[in-house]
């Protein structure tokens, strides 16, 4: 009875703020309810079937799936490659990890709008450092072609750091002894890296790029203060979301993107959580 | 079993926090300080601060305190809704956007003014377009949910000082073969913007209200369009095939396009506050905007700056119509409802009226005012505003405008942005209107 006793408010908790809204949410995606409030009608699966109709939801799927495979994977990259060059003892570490930590620290939102101002194109900062070094300057903010390149650097900037921190700590829980082992062995350092360094450090990089790829997947705050919720060339599902509950009032249809939103999140959680499982288990 | 619980967790962690952005507290509630006591809910800029003090005024007279609370222009519209989906609205009365009334109406949200209103504001004196924009739902019925509180309108701020410079007026001559003054026509206009493009020494034609949230970019093109032939649709029958997407209306997103040409880099997604941005900091010739935000321009730029209402196409001359009227809520107490009726009244008159024109960006709808010579005169851009007021057109005022304005913003944004052209932009958004009208229809949200 005890231990039921230490988990019993959690378990409370979980279920008013995350429970209940979930059950409410499945209720309204079933509805007609308006922002403003008003008579609340069964609609059936009406909005279900407008979402899989909807030309919009589609471009919405495309537009979050090109966002999350392009910032997850240069944050891999870039963040692995930081832990590695990083990872030795040097004077001035601690310095140097806290201020490449900084920008993770900060509210993504306000971090859009200064990333606004920076991505500006005739005195924006950005422009003018690549002016400055005779390079094109690019409309970052207004070309369709690079306005979801824009919502990328901002989310690579903001979270190369926690794949940095992620990669570190796969990198320091490698035992020494195996990279001595392989040093008798006079293994060079490519086959090093292929055969201890990144096996080894993978199943965290997993865990790190399963908890990237479900919070890209829900990118909001960035494309609402770069280019608003409403540009195709940007509008991710939760934008689409946005708009429809608080653009168009249609909050009962916005449940229903919500909903199949929080399905795709699950699936592929569940796809990476049994596949690090079966990591887990040949090792 | 023990993934897909792990997964859920996954999930409804990262549902917990994803920016930390909060929006704008719901404001304080109707002032509970004396026995008497409105709220007014507005947008955040010059003319609320204006409305507050002739708010304190009208205490000084009835004992009844009034606070106008204002919030974002950005979040105004959300807060607004999401306060009406309680069961009690903090404010009594609201000073929704013009689009807003057929919602509000529909949706029993606001209070009917019609008998009322006839009796207590002598309506011939609300000039017709103003009543039919800003108060009146369905259009032309005669029915009334809101009182004229501001009427807006968009126009041109332009720089004096640059259009009088001799030089330049003369290489303007030379190359044009017409002296340079403010545009009287779309081809004008287009000629003193190419004019005065030089990007080398920054410097641009014109920043034009092309934003991408909420209605900006709606607001600018709509005067276009109209100008250009086009329109909207048929207020009667809704039908929007051959209106919006006729040659005229292609010619007007065409034109509007071809005008970025002489704007800033990014002058293609220029919210309301951005758009002045270009023009406050003394690059660029010419300004389209809302009159309501001319005070400041005025007040920074002094003689440096005109203003002039919006130019011709042939003999079409048409200003995107702003402003809002003051609807009571029909969620509010009866009896603040009734203050709020008292609060109307005495705002209405022709003496406060009066002293509302001295309020920045106070502008009235009172067709007495308009006309006389002493409201012409009052500012440099009263004279403009005054003319823009009989060439008003506006966007659907129907329930679904938020629908409605959703593709307009987006298809208009992408023809814009190069991704489409002008044809297929307003074939797209024809296409989707007349679907959200039909879905309308069949779920009586539209006027019979």
Request: overall charge neutral; aromatic content about 12%.
């Amino acid at each position: 009875m005890l231990k039921y006793g230490f988990v019993g408010p959690a378990l409370l908790l979980l279920i008013a703020l995350n429970i209940f809204p979930l059950g409410y949410n499945i209720w309204l995606s079933f509805t007609n309810y308006d922002l403003s409030g008003g008579d609340v009608k069964s609609v059936g699966t009406r909005n279900y079937r407008e979402v899989f109709n909807e030309p919009r939801y589609a471009a919405a799927i495309r537009t979050t799936a090109l966002f999350v495979a392009a910032a997850v994977l240069i944050e891999l990259v870039l963040g692995y490659a930081l832990a590695l060059a990083l990872r030795g003892e040097f004077l001035g570490k601690g310095f140097v990890l806290t201020v490449l930590l900084v920008p993770m620290m900060l509210s993504p939102a306000v971090m859009g709008l200064f990333w606004h101002l920076i991505f500006k194109g005739d005195y924006g900062i950005f422009n003018q450092t690549l002016g400055a070094a005779g390079l094109p300057e690019p409309q970052w903010l207004t070309d369709p072609g690079l306005k979801l390149a824009a919502c990328v650097i901002v989310d690579v900037w903001m979270w190369t750091p926690f794949m940095m921190l992620i990669s570190l700590a796969a990198l320091n829980s490698i035992p020494r002894h195996i990279y001595e082992a392989a040093e008798i062995d006079r293994a060079g350092a490519w086959t090093v890296f292929r055969r201890i360094t990144l096996p080894l450090s993978a199943p965290l990089l997993l865990l790190a790029v399963l908890l990237r790829t479900t919070d890209a997947l829900k990118q909001f705050d960035y494309v609402m203060v770069l280019t608003g919720p409403n540009d195709a060339a940007t509008q991710t599902l939760s934008a689409l979301l946005y708009q429809t509950s608080f653009g168009s009032f249609r909050v009962g249809l916005g449940t229903a993107y919500g909903f199949v939103v929080l399905v795709a999140v699950i699936a592929v959680a569940t796809l990476f959580t049994r596949y690090l499982d079966r990591l887990q288990r040949s090792r | 079993m023990r993934n897909i619980v792990f997964a859920l967790a996954l999930a409804f962690a990262g549902c917990g926090d994803g920016g930390g952005s909060s929006g704008p507290g719901p404001g304080p509630g109707p002032a509970k300080d004396g026995p008497k006591a409105i709220t007014i809910w507005w947008a955040q800029w010059a003319p609320a601060d204006g409305l507050q003090e002739l708010g304190r005024d009208f205490e000084k007279e009835t004992g009844i305190k009034v606070t106008v609370h204002q919030t974002p222009w950005p979040d105004y519209q959300n807060q607004v809704n999401l306060e009406f989906g309680n069961r009690e609205t903090k404010f009594d009365i609201v000073i929704g956007d013009s689009q807003w009334i057929g919602r509000g109406a529909s949706k029993g949200l606001y209070i009917e003014l019609t008998d009322w209103l006839k009796g207590a504001v002598d309506m011939s004196t609300v000039h017709p377009r103003a009543a039919k924009y800003l108060c009146e739902y369905p259009p032309g019925s005669g029915r009334y949910w809101a009182a004229p509180c501001e009427t807006d309108a968009i126009g041109i701020a332009y720089r004096r000082d640059w259009f009088e410079d001799a030089k330049e007026k003369a290489a303007y001559k030379e190359k044009y073969k017409r002296d340079l003054a403010p545009p009287a026509t779309y081809e004008e206009m287009r000629d003193i913007a190419e004019f005065f493009t030089r990007p080398a020494d920054k410097r641009y034609g014109v920043s034009w209200l092309t934003g991408r949230g909420y209605d900006a970019l709606t607001m600018g093109f709509e005067q276009v369009l109209y100008a250009f032939g086009g329109s909207w649709g048929d207020e009667k029958t809704f039908k929007v095939q051959g209106h919006i997407n006729n040659d005229g209306a292609v010619a007007g997103l065409e034109y509007l396009k071809s005008m970025m040409k002489f704007s800033t880099p990014d002058g293609a997604k220029l919210d309301y506050g951005q758009c002045l941005e270009p023009f406050d900091n003394g690059s660029t010739a010419m300004l389209v905007n809302y009159f309501a935000f001319y005070p400041e321009i005025s007040k920074k730029f002094g003689d440096k700056a005109g203003f002039c209402p919006m130019p011709k196409k042939g003999d079409r001359r048409f200003a995107s119509l702003g402003g809002q009227g003051m609807s009571i809520s029909a969620k509010a107490p009866k009896e603040r409802q009734e203050l709020a009726r008292q609060f109307i009244k005495w705002f209405e008159q022709l003496k406060i009226q009066k002293e509302w024109i001295k309020k920045p960006a106070g502008f009235p709808a009172n067709t007495d005012i308009l006309k006389s010579e002493e409201f012409r005169k009052a500012s440099p851009y009263n004279a403009a505003f005054a003319d823009s007021v009989d060439i008003l057109v506006d966007f659907w005022n129907v329930p679904v405008f938020g629908e409605l304005l959703a593709p307009v913003q987006q298809y208009v944004g992408e023809a814009m942005d190069g991704k489409r052209s002008a044809k297929d932009a307003l074939d797209a958004i024809a296409t989707e209107h007349e679907e959200i009208f039909r879905k309308a229809r069949e779920n009586g949200d539209l006027p019979k």
